[in-house]
């Protein structure tokens, strides 16, 4: 027995015109899809029931291919200095917030967008005796507090392979730690099994209203003992039906190796992941020159050549492919410089993760390699405010590069990188077709709104292997869909923002269901 739905604009997202006005879905499954005279006569007694879309439409559930599950459920429950236009808000906040571990935490503060950037000094006036944290948006940049700087061990004269303890011009520090110089933070804020298992319910039971019901995501570092973290996923994947796919850090595979873990049909392990830069807003992408708007940086290298072929070599040894996180130009050239040396093994795809700013001459170097992508198009919008004055306008020609990299041949997917960025599909697929954001004009490098769809649909099956049930709406395919108020396909500009979901199915049953509007 199962539920017909009818007079809708159903895209399987097999191609681009692809559309049928009924379909029908039995338990888990979609048996058939077509008009609903014809699925009518053929399924009969087997309607228990009839959904009339009323010209809505629906889509394949979206996947998002980057994500952070722990660290979005963790961020959820904290404060978003995102939400604050000026330093005195987001300290009034950040002071009557609980701590965690001990340790008060605020999540996302961008210096572009308060009325002052924050300051150690202005920390310490928060928290005198207590240690606190302010996480920049990028997570790749963090405020401390002189009792956590202490606490942590380190002096102004530290010196950390692969990050940063930031300076005043008087020699001391100013309280700012980059990328490799954040690690430490990890064990203090990591959680218990019960604590992961609740932030993972609060990151599903949120994406689940932006209508994704699976994620590839990568925190197994930074979250606690392996087995627990591993336990948390298993438990709260099996209880929802939320797919996971699991990137592995390099700091943990050689555990997860011995560990040998079975998981269950919801979880699955993909590429050891590595960093190799930082971000743009806090100037630690590495850049091939200085910053634009700071010469005597270029950003911070978090592993030199020499030790990213041996990470590399590693992942091979294991058979596994590697995934790295390249923001600039020459953090994507040393990376595709490695893959080329070695190649992922046959019949399997490396995953450059973001690529923001890459050279026309990578273009050409990463056409010839097995490959996935990795983009966030919300960037686009996350950046506007500071991307011309890091990049300058020339090399601005160089980023945000969608149809370019569509264009390589490389599998595109499509993530959000949350809590770094709003997981809401919309935002993405705003600016993957519109290209414009502040002064920044990118309509070179647009997809269409099937091309942009395919990143968060289809696409992320194929790079995981789970396409042939998931990822589009075909017999014999899972029923996971997502019923839209319009067709996105006839939206333009801003209207794409504003579109509503109403209904999230997973395996067949509703997870999400919006509130009936008022009139």
């Known amino acids: 027995m199962g539920k017909l739905y009818v007079n809708g604009i159903i895209r399987t997202m097999s191609h681009e ?243 040998n873990p079975v998981l269950p049909s919801t979880l699955s392990t993909g590429a050891m992941k590595l960093f190799v830069d930082g971000a743009l807003g806090g100037r630690t992408a590495l850049l091939g020159r200085g910053y634009s708007d700071d010469a005597t940086t270029r950003g911070i290298e978090v592993h030199s050549p020499e030790q990213l072929e041996q990470l590399v070599k590693r992942a091979r040894s294991y058979g596994f492919t590697v995934a790295a996180h390249v923001i600039g130009d020459l953090a994507v050239e040393r990376f595709v410089a490695v893959l080329e040396k070695y190649p992922a093994p046959k019949g399997t795809r490396d995953r450059i993760i973001h690529a923001t700013v890459v050279r026309p001459e990578l273009l050409a170097r990463i056409r010839k390699l097995p490959v996935l992508i990795d983009v966030q198009p919300v960037f686009l919008l996350d950046d506007a405010d500071f991307a011309q004055e890091r990049l300058g306008l020339n090399r601005l020609d160089w980023a945000y590069r969608l149809k370019s990299l569509g264009e390589t041949g490389a599998l595109l997917c499509g993530g959000s990188d949350a809590p770094i960025s709003n997981p809401d599909v919309r935002r993405a697929l705003y600016a993957a077709t519109t290209g414009t954001a502040g002064n920044i004009n990118k309509t070179n490098e647009v997809l269409s709104m099937y091309e942009a769809l395919l990143l968060f649909t289809k696409n992320p099956h194929i790079a995981t292997d789970t396409h042939g049930r998931k990822g589009m709406l075909l017999p014999g395919y899972d029923a996971d869909f997502v019923i839209f108020e319009q067709d996105f396909y006839t939206l333009r500009g801003e209207a794409v923002l504003h579109n509503r979901l109403l209904e999230t199915v997973q395996a067949g049953k509703t997870v999400f269901e919006a509130a009936p509007v008022m009139k």
């Open 17 to 259: 015109t692809d559309i049928h006005s009924a379909m029908f879905v039995e338990g888990t499954r979609i048996i058939a899809m077509g008009e609903e005279g014809k699925l009518r006569r053929r399924f009969g007694r087997r309607i228990l029931s009839i959904v009339d879309l009323n010209g809505k439409a629906v889509y394949p559930a979206f996947t998002d291919a980057h994500i952070h599950l722990i660290g979005y459920g963790e961020a959820i429950g904290r404060v978003d200095a995102s939400n604050y236009a000026t330093l005195e808000e987001l300290g009034k906040a950040f002071v009557e917030a609980e701590a965690i571990n001990g340790l008060h935490v605020a999540e996302g503060y961008d210096e572009t967008k308060l009325d002052r950037a924050p300051t150690k000094a202005w920390l310490n006036q928060l928290f005198p005796t207590e240690p606190a944290l302010l996480k920049r948006t990028d997570r790749h940049t963090v405020l401390v507090n002189d009792v956590l700087f202490k606490q942590l061990g380190y002096k102004a004269s530290t010196v950390v392979e692969g990050g940063k303890i930031g300076l005043l011009e008087s020699g001391e520090a100013d309280g700012f730690l980059y990328d490799a110089a954040i690690e430490p933070l990890y064990a203090l804020q990591s959680g218990s099994v019960e604590r992961n298992k609740s932030s993972l319910r609060s990151a599903i039971k949120d994406l689940y209203r932006h209508g994704i019901i699976a994620a590839h995501t990568e925190d197994l570092a930074y979250h606690g003992d392996l087995e627990e973290v591993l336990q948390a996923y298993r438990e709260v994947t099996e209880e929802t039906g939320f797919h996971a796919h699991l990137l592995v850090h390099h700091l943990v595979i050689d555990q997860l190796i011995q560990m």
